[in-house]
């Protein structure tokens, strides 16, 4: 515990004398007073609303990306409105050409569009906001924000309005968003504002404010101030119900079941308990209108991490996930309604409180009631997790997390480890205000039944983010016995190829990270980086396990194309024995190898774009060639195909065998306005012998409110096209605001 303390205490230092950019000076330096309209403004995208006449206009857009040194080329001008009910923004968008967009498809994101958007955080701690994102089609996007600034997933969900007008110099806005969506103080009378624009033609990102380019477009921490002259409306009760009706008719041919059809129904509801406190409850939820995973070549001899799409475990979804690192998450969503081997489990109904009890303290509470699945047992999951804000961008949190089996006395004496699971843990997290400075001490415990030692998890680490450079180093420790049923942890279990069965291995790693930028002022170039990473394994014991050693270079061009390159060095003490061909496994022994790759990737605004990559090298005791390739055709603003492909071949000596992979996926979308979408997604994948198709048609007849016809096939590569099963899949769900 000596070393997470210690860290503690020079976080606190550096955070007391450190010399850093105020915030509240910031947003001197950029405000907007917001107007009251006595008239609803209509919201058509046309400005022609008397509001819009008077209303205090912001303009003088920095360059954000690829530099934050000037201003814009293009200018954007944007306004601030409201009444009791909504907040209004206006945005008029000069433009020299025509728009260029990737899709009418809501959530499709600002990345790639013509498109502006809307930071707002109304408790104005830059801790935590909302992002609105409307593409010059008027495909909306939305999501909430936190303090890390880690790119935006568009999961979260709200209803609101927008409207966009083409003309031939420029494109407008108007945004209507419910205050009530929004949930805020209401007596705070300066909130975080910043608006943003995407200029994809000339590859510029813009913002009012002037945030660095080594942040993200919509971090919190670089608001301006939208000031209210009154105290805001009073918000209002959010309370949402959305039933849902789903018939689904399967066949399942590989477990020789025969044409089944069941229907189901259910609901979700969200209730505002306070302004800023939500209650959302699922009773029965349904998935099926999800897309699926898109499949990857898995040559690690670890497990896959896919993100989580079930929208009920989207919202304030950083209070639970955001524990641990990338490779060691004591909370992962996609755990509860799944068993071991990644099958589906019934979920009968959960609850989940999140939101703020006070400015600086956000809190979450979960629970999640699963029914029983042939010989799996039905399981209850908690979790509990509080997020206090510390000095002005920092925070310790706190969480605990239990699973608890329903199990009968002969399932419990037959799998004792499975009776429960459960999670404690801390975490300080130290940003400075311009965030520039980072770092984290973190200290978890995991209890099971008869467990009492190397059940533990260790953390600490820094980072440092400039314009030119960027460094991590980052400390673990994980002892063999620390579990997290409701989590993922990359590398604890080790295949052994040998006896067919998962062995535990706790570990302890280090990773650094070290990065330089060039960013050129003017030319063909607008940036060009240089990174070097180490990351070194060892056993339990402090004896070697592993190492990897990279060195990536990356060159960016002004027409968006780009082309990198990178060198690994390997070193393996393999632990047990693996196969990749089927064939005999590698033996246990030290391996060391090297490989190198290049990738370039033209520019995506054109109808046809492509990438292509290949690498070559040693892969243990063998050779690996890898060939990447991807071409797209967009027809805008309506049609995308997307075709990618790659192939790996692996050639060991002697018994160790040889194999060829290949992983095909083509994605077909249609939109055939911002309502009505097909999405066709093929994939053919030979390292799990599997060909699936997925098809949906998704017809949004009102906000937040979809039909939905799913249809779901899938194959084996061997023998070729031989069936497996398919399912055919009708949806309906209504949003009602209560």
Known sequence: MRLPIILLFACCWVNGFAQVRNGE??????????????????????????????????????????????????????????????LYVAYTAYDSGKVFIQSLKRDIGHDGNDCVALVLDPVNTRNNGFFFVVNAYNAQSE?????????????????????TKRYGDRWTVEMAIPFKSIRYPADKKTWGINFVRVDTKTNEYSTWTNVPVNFSTHDVGYTGALIWEDAPPKPGSNSVFVPYVTTEVTENRAGNEPISAKPNAGFDAKVGLTSSLNLDLTVNPDFSQLEV??????????????????????????????????PIRPFYSRRIGLD??????????GARITGNIAKKTRIGFMNMQTGRQGDYAPENYTALSVDQRVFNRSVIKGYFLNRSSFMTDAEKNANPLDVFSRNAGIEYNYS???????????????????IKKDNAFYNVGFSYNSRNFGFVQDLTSLGTNYYADMGFIERIENYDAA?????????????TSAEYKIIPSKGKLIGISFEAENYIVFNPDNSFNERNTTLNG??????????????SDYEVDLLFPISFTGATPLPVAKYKYRDIGIRYSSDFRRPFSFNVSAATGGFYNGTNKTLRAGITFRKLPNTTLNLNFQYNKLEFPGTYGSTELFL?????EINFSTKLFWTTFFQYNTQRNNININSRLQYRFKPMSDLFLVYTDNYFTSPLMKNSNRALVFKLNYWLNL
């Open 25 to 86: 000076t910031f947003q001197k330096d950029y405000q907007i007073v917001i107007s009251k309209t006595q008239t609803p403004v209509k919201i058509d995208g046309i400005l022609d609303d008397e509001i819009w006449k008077k209303a205090q206009k912001v303009s003088s857009f920095w360059e954000k990306y690829p530099d934050d040194k000037k201003k814009a080329k293009h200018a954007t001008e944007a306004q601030t409105a409201y009444d009791d009910k909504f």
């Open 143 to 163: 999501d909430q924000l936190t303090s890390a600034g880690d790119g935006v997933s568009f999961s979260w969900d709200q209803t609101w309005y927008s409207e």
């Open 293 to 326: 995973d898109r499949q990857v070549t898995n040559l690690t001899r670890f497990n896959i991490f896919f993100p989580e799409r079930r929208t009920f475990f989207l919202e304030n979804a950083d209070l639970f996930s955001g524990y641990g690192i990338d």
């Open 340 to 349: 071991k081997n990644g099958n589906k489990i019934p979920i009968l109904f």
């Open 432 to 450: 400075d205000l311009e965030g520039k400075w980072g770092a984290w001490a973190t200290y978890h415990h995991s209890f099971k039944p008869g």
């Open 499 to 511: 006896r067919d069965t998962a062995i535990r291995v706790g570990f302890k790693h280090s990773y």
């Open 554 to 567: 990356n060159v960016e061009f002004r027409n968006t194309s780009r082309i990198s390159y990178s060198t």
């Open 664 to 668: 095909i996926s083509q994605r077909t």
